[in-house]
């Protein structure tokens, strides 16, 4: 595989990736996220914002974000979609487009699993689901599913560039959630 492919995955996911749903479509009802909420644009801060129904399909259009790119280059090989699902994140999460801010990377990441591995995809979900069904956390129920990704990829005996892929993706989902962890302890310990 040429390295011209990589690189064209890595710029078509990371320009996807750096579109943020979210705010565009809180600009288009005068809201500035930023100052709503977390001010995080992503599909939590827009379903408290905007109502669910918007965070829903804010949700979607960030899967579709990690999702598009990696599959569209997946038959040029894995690890091209490998790298177009990883180069999304990293999008969504450092947006030009918002000076270098952008949202938690879930989402996305959550697309590009499905693209790539869609077995690790339903793991993923799953323990999403049952932790926030049992905490109502969301940034808990995504740091117990990133933890899980890495799990089945070890699991599964994965290559060892989707294993570094699951890791990264495990990663950068876990730093964007340091803050929510710091504020829950803070508020804890202070009541």
């Given amino acids: 595989m040429s390295v011209g492919w990589i690189a064209l995955a890595a710029v078509v996911g990371y320009l996807v990736g750096s579109v943020s749903p979210a705010v565009l479509i809180a600009r288009a009802r005068g809201l500035d996220l930023r100052t709503v909420g977390s001010g995080n644009p992503g599909a939590t801060n827009a ?4 109502g669910s129904r918007v965070g829903v399909v804010v949700g ?7 999702f598009l790119p990696a599959v569209v280059f997946l038959p040029v090989s894995v690890d091209a979609a490998l790298v177009g699902g990883a180069a ?12 270098g801010r952008g949202g938690r990377g879930v989402a ?17 979900l799953a ?26 990829a070890v699991v599964e005996r994965s290559s060892p560039w989707q294993l570094v892929w699951a890791v ?18 803070r508020a804890r310990r202070g009541s």
């Avoid at 979607?60 to 990690?66: E, M, P, S, Y």
């Fill in 47 to 50: 379903a408290r914002a905007m």
């Fill in 108 to 124: 996305t990441s959550l697309g590009a699993i499905l693209a790539v591995e869609p077995v690790w995809g339903v793991v993923v």
């Fill in 127 to 152: 323990v999403f689901g049952i932790v926030l069904g049992a905490t109502r956390w969301v940034a808990g129920a995504s740091i117990a599913a990133a933890a899980a990704l890495v799990a089945v």
């Fill in 60 to 66: 979607l259009l960030d899967v579709l974000k990690g």
């Fill in 168 to 185: 990264f993706l495990a990663v950068v989902v876990e730093l964007r959630h340091v803050p929510n962890v710091v504020r829950r302890y």
């Fill in 88 to 99: 999304a994140v990293l999008g969504h999460v450092t947006s030009p487009w918002l000076r």
